[in-house]
């Protein structure tokens, strides 16, 4: 296992945990969550369900295997897929208390964690695509 992968679990099974520790948060929240507007009360679920979705994409990309990661593109990609939690907890934190619906470190977010698994996408296709053009299969 590389270190870049061990990276990955740590961050991603760390982030699993901490939804856990936000899923508190919005249980014990003050006032009560049903007793929150529904704009604000989305934001805040969402934000929590974008935390876990960034664990869960690091997770994955903790278990894939070195077979096509040596490129510049799967390295990018996992920075970018590294960064994702820590931009949704500040979201979460900062974006979701406000009444305001613009939400610029969550969206950035998502987009960084779309772009690290797009650029992984490119490495894998461009390096299977290699491969068959080497073996001639």
């Known amino acids: 296992m590389s270190r870049m992968e061990k990276l990955h679990l740590i961050v991603g099974?760390?982030?699993?945990?901490?939804?856990?520790?936000?899923?508190v948060y919005l249980r014990l929240h003050q006032p009560p969550m049903t007793q929150?507007?529904?704009?604000?009360r989305i934001l805040l679920r969402s934000g929590h369900i974008y935390?876990?979705?960034?664990?869960?994409?690091?997770?994955?990309?903790?278990?894939?295997?070195?077979?096509?990661?040596?490129?510049?593109?799967?390295?990018?990609?996992?920075?970018?897929?590294?960064?994702?939690p820590i931009l949704f907890v500040i979201g979460f934190f900062v974006e979701s208390t406000t009444p305001n619906l613009d939400r610029p470190v969550t969206a950035s977010g998502i987009f960084v964690a779309f772009g690290g698994v797009f650029l992984h996408f490119l490495e894998f296709t461009g390096a299977r695509t290699l491969?068959?053009?080497?073996t001639g299969s």
């Open 131 to 134: 491969r068959k053009r080497t």
């Open 51 to 84: 935390f876990l979705f960034s664990g869960l994409l690091n997770v994955i990309a903790g278990l894939r295997g070195d077979s096509h990661r040596s490129g510049k593109l799967s390295l990018i990609g996992s920075i970018l897929l590294l960064m994702a």
């Open 13 to 23: 099974l760390t982030t699993v945990i901490l939804f856990s520790g936000t899923g």
């Open 36 to 40: 929150i507007e529904l704009g604000q």
